[in-house]
């Protein structure tokens, strides 16, 4: 240990002399004031406003690294020589480096890649040496009263071990006394500090907080798939505590930087030319809001915003998705197709275990629906009598002869062309019907003058709620003219009601077809009585109307295509209902749909709207016709997409947000556990994930960074228990892994259990000297207050605070014990957990029990406790001999 110190404390003395320049020079650059922005030009025009942009992008991205760097200077500290015998040492920062500082490197620069390699490596510098490296150091920087320290230091060599140092500072303090005294006693003291200042090995540091655990330097497996190159698809599963989530966000603070891109990287983000610029171009998916909070806090640690636009649920998203980009879900101002029910009861049981299938039945059917629609359209152009008509007809039915060989997309570029001549015909058509139907209000009119304003205020008293949805009245409004600016109160919107009621009433007429009395138009049309086309007129002006409508779909395919998704839909749920497949045959509502479907047609709209847009003519056409319809769904596009937690999304849900990451960059990252997945609907294979995206690259990370040998193995157990199965996963070299089982209590009543949950919380506050990170996971929402209520109680005397996280909210002091609902337990970590009425949560939850039994106990890194109501639930009851009753005893042994 002597010997130790001796090679130690000039290493300690360098590097904290070096935290001390480091710091002074960011705080210094940042006490310079604004660097180079706006004010780099005299005035701003059109020709400099982009360069202004980006150096204000550039200028806020230095002030945040001076920020960091002047309160954490550096990570690590690497030693590395070349093969002629040269050495140098590498300080290694966790964001830009500061100029000035010779050996600075950032860790998501290639440099940084020094960090995560062990003694004994080689590694090519950029320039092209190679060097090996000697020792590395992972610094922990705090500035304390009396200057800078590095606590929990951990330093290897070729001749030193790992080896954990507490304090820097003590290291160096010691050996200034031991030079300075002659003092026996104060050096007895000096030495017996130090024995407890270096530990052999790795020490596992105590969780003080909820939250994410923040690993600097990651390990060189997680470094190596962090640096993969952007337009990667990538997805990391491994055991809890391995870091996923870590190497997730530690690629993304890297990706964004443009700095750290290399050429390649560079010229796929200039040619992608994102409405966002690239460090504003990403888009996060986790499965809940606690998660998110949690989320956004590891991000701020790596220098990156986060704000709630770029970090979603996917609940929120899909909803803001089908409302406002592809009009899927009605709104209060009008449009849309559906009510979103969480409650509703029309999936069957194969829809909900046969997602991909499902998907893949109406996909296929609503494609030849609509290929179906254009022959039909075609076919009734052709029986016109109207020359122009005919002419046309040939020319569409050509291209549509090639349509099932060819493609829609290559179908909608060839009936591009047509355009003109469509429009002339729709436009000369519409005229003279228009003038007749017009005509007619004016007979109207001409012998009551007040007609459109009577009409108005029954319009105004015609409550869209009390109107019954049909498909018939959906079929018959599809083909309405596109007429998005129609005025919608006073005589202009009753001007333009009665023009569409008329029209909807002559085409009824013509395809001997009734408006259903309890549509909209129905009762419209009921009321108008005889004050509508004169009977001679229907028929002509119906005729002309349905040959409009027939070749007003060729005039915008695309849009047509795309937003008669959701309608289509509605006809596909009720003929398969009616065949008993995929649907319940309960009857619910046309109207209303579950969130699932709403997956489906969104994955169903987003698919057929990127198919289009891989083509580079659209992408570049895209404000021209017929191309315009899909701007919505270019202007989701980001550069990069992210997915936490995959296996608690769907397929479904996982396609859409794969579609998201834009088609020329296709930067989709992933990461999750198979057997921490908490939905019944989730992802649960490998091959379901090479369906979102074939070309998906698996990496699999296994090291195990949280948990105590006792609780990692009572991780497996539970594997092999419930499933049989294996799992692989290793703990850290060096790091001293060793914890106490995990403690039981069965047969307990309530006032049992909170009397037991206190004195466990007791025996480990006295045991670890301080108060950890303690959760308490109960069974449902009712449970928090009343757990929570009781057990402050019970500690009040040791002014232990207990906090109830009602919805998985995060609120109270760090050092509170906190209980949480057990649905909210995903992703957070803690010293402690337990687990109340386990036997009661295998009867609540059959289908998941396993897994949110092993979830929960992955969240805890060394004490997890269990309660029953009775005993241990089936099949965990054979791992009764891994438990113990209580810690009191095993700490007194230790």
């Known amino acids: 240990m002597v010997e130790q110190q001796t090679d130690i404390k000039p290493l300690a003395g360098e590097v904290l002399e070096n935290f001390e320049r480091i710091s002074s020079l960011a705080k210094s650059k940042l006490n310079e004031g604004a ?267 790596e220098g990156v915003p986060a704000s709630d636009l770029r970090i979603r649920t996917w609940y929120e998203y899909r909803r803001e998705l089908a409302r406002n980009s592809f009009g899927v879900l009605r709104t209060a101002s009008g449009g849309g197709t559906f009510v979103l029910k969480d409650a509703i009861g029309s999936l069957g049981n194969d829809s909900l275990g046969r997602p991909i299938e499902w998907y893949e039945d109406f996909n296929s059917w609503q494609k030849i629906s609509f290929m179906d629609s254009l022959v039909d359209s075609a076919r009734f152009l052709a029986q016109s009598d109207i020359k122009t008509a005919q002419n046309l007809e040939g020319k569409v039915s050509r291209i549509l002869t090639e349509m099932e060989k060819n493609g829609l997309v290559s179908t909608f570029e060839s009936l591009a062309g047509l355009i003109p001549q469509i429009q002339e015909l729709v436009g000369n058509l519409k005229e003279d019907s228009d003038k007749k139907i017009k005509a007619a209000l004016n007979y109207q009119l001409n012998h009551d003058r007040s007609f459109l304003d009577e009409f108005a205020r029954f319009l105004d008293g015609l409550q869209q709620a009390q109107v019954v949805d049909t498909d018939d009245q959906d079929d018959l409004e599809v083909d309405e003219e596109d007429d998005t600016s129609s005025p919608r109160t006073g005589r202009a919107a009753a001007l333009s009601t009665y023009m569409q009621a008329v029209r909807a009433h002559a085409r009824s007429v013509a395809s001997k077809r009734s408006l259903g009395k309890t549509t909209r138009y129905g009762k419209i049309i009921d009321w108008l009585g005889d004050r509508i086309l004169p009977e001679s007129n229907r028929v002509e002006v119906g005729t002309s109307l349905l040959l409009q409508a027939s070749a007003r779909r060729f005039v915008n395919p695309v849009k047509r295509y795309i937003d008669g998704i959701p309608k289509r839909y509605r006809t596909f749920r009720r003929i398969r209902q009616e065949e008993g497949i995929w649907y319940q045959k309960e009857a619910f509502e046309s109207r209303d749909l579950h969130p699932l479907e709403l997956d489906l047609l969104l994955l169903s709209i987003l698919r057929a709207s990127t198919d289009i847009l891989k083509r580079p003519n659209v992408q570049r056409n895209i404000n021209n016709q017929p191309w315009t319809s899909l701007r919505p769904t270019l202007d989701l596009y980001r550069n990069q997409v992210l997915v936490d937690e995959v296996t608690d999304f769907s397929p479904l849900q996982l396609g859409c947000m794969s579609t998201l990451a834009h088609p020329q960059l296709r930067s989709f990252f992933a990461c999750g556990d198979f057997h921490q997945r908490l939905t019944t609907w989730g992802t649960t294979t490998i091959d379901e994930l090479k369906w979102v995206m074939p070309d998906f690259e698996v990496r699999e990370i296994t090291v195990a960074y949280r948990q105590s040998k006792q609780l990692n193995e009572f991780a497996r157990g539970i594997i092999r228990t419930v499933h049989g199965e294996e799992q692989t996963v290793t703990l850290p070299k060096h790091v001293d892994n060793n914890g106490v089982a995990p403690a039981l209590l069965e047969f307990a009543d309530d006032e049992k259990v909170v009397s037991w949950l206190a004195e466990r919380i007791k025996e480990i506050e006295c045991f670890v000297g301080q108060l950890p990170s303690i959760a308490i996971f109960v069974n449902s929402e009712n449970d928090v207050s009343r757990v929570a209520e009781a057990l402050h109680e019970k500690l009040a005397e040791s002014n232990i605070p207990v906090t109830a996280c009602k919805e998985g909210q995060t609120v109270g002091q760090e050092s509170n014990v906190r209980v949480f609902d057990v649905q909210h337990i995903k992703g957070l970590e803690f010293e402690v957990v337990f687990f109340v009425d386990i036997d009661k949560l295998a009867t609540l939850h059959p289908q998941l029990f396993d897994k949110y039994l092993y979830v929960g106990t992955t969240r805890a890194a060394t004490y997890l406790g269990l309660t029953c109501i009775d005993k241990l639930p089936s099949p965990i009851d054979t791992m009764r001999e891994m438990f113990v009753t209580g810690w009191a005893s095993l700490m007194v042994a230790s």
Not at 127 to 132: A, C, F, M, S
Not at 162 to 186: H, K, N, Q, V, Y
Not at 196 to 221: A, C, E, F, H, W
Request: net charge negative; aromatic share 6%.
């Open 35 to 301: 660097v180079a922005g706006t004010n780099a030009f005299a005035s701003i025009n059109t020709m400099t406003s982009n360069s202004t942009e980006r150096l204000d992008q550039i200028s806020s991205a230095n002030r945040e690294s001076y920020k960091v760097l002047s309160s954490e200077p550096a990570i690590a500290r690497i030693m590395v020589a070349d093969r002629a015998g040269g050495k140098k040492a590498y300080y290694i920062c966790r964001t830009t480096a500061v100029s000035g500082i010779p050996n600075l490197a950032s860790y998501l620069a290639p440099i940084g890649r020094l960090g995560s390699l062990e003694v004994g490596e080689e590694f090519k510098l950029p320039n092209g040496t190679v060097v090996e490296v000697l020792e590395r150091s992972r610094l922990h920087p705090r500035l304390e009263h009396d200057g800078w320290d590095s606590r929990g230091t951990i330093v290897e060599t070729e001749q030193i071990g790992p080896i954990t140092i507490e304090s820097l500072r003590l290291l160096l303090d010691a050996a200034g006394r031991e030079e300075f005294t002659d003092d026996l006693l104060e050096q007895i003291l000096a030495e017996e500090n130090q024995k407890g200042n270096i530990i052999d090995g790795i020490r596992r540091s105590v969780i003080t907080k909820m939250g994410l655990r923040d690993q600097p330097i990651l390990d060189r497996y997680q470094d190596e798939i962090f640096r993969l190159p952007l337009d990667n698809r990538l997805f990391i599963f491994g055991p809890p505590g391995t870091g996923k989530t870590t190497t997730l966000i530690r690629r993304l603070g890297q990706k964004l930087d443009s700095a750290f891109l290399d050429d390649s990287e560079k010229r796929l983000v200039e040619n992608v030319g994102s409405v966002l610029s690239h460090r504003d171009s990403w888009l996060m998916f986790t499965p809940t809001e606690l998660l998110k909070q949690y989320l956004k806090e590891a991000f701020a640690r």
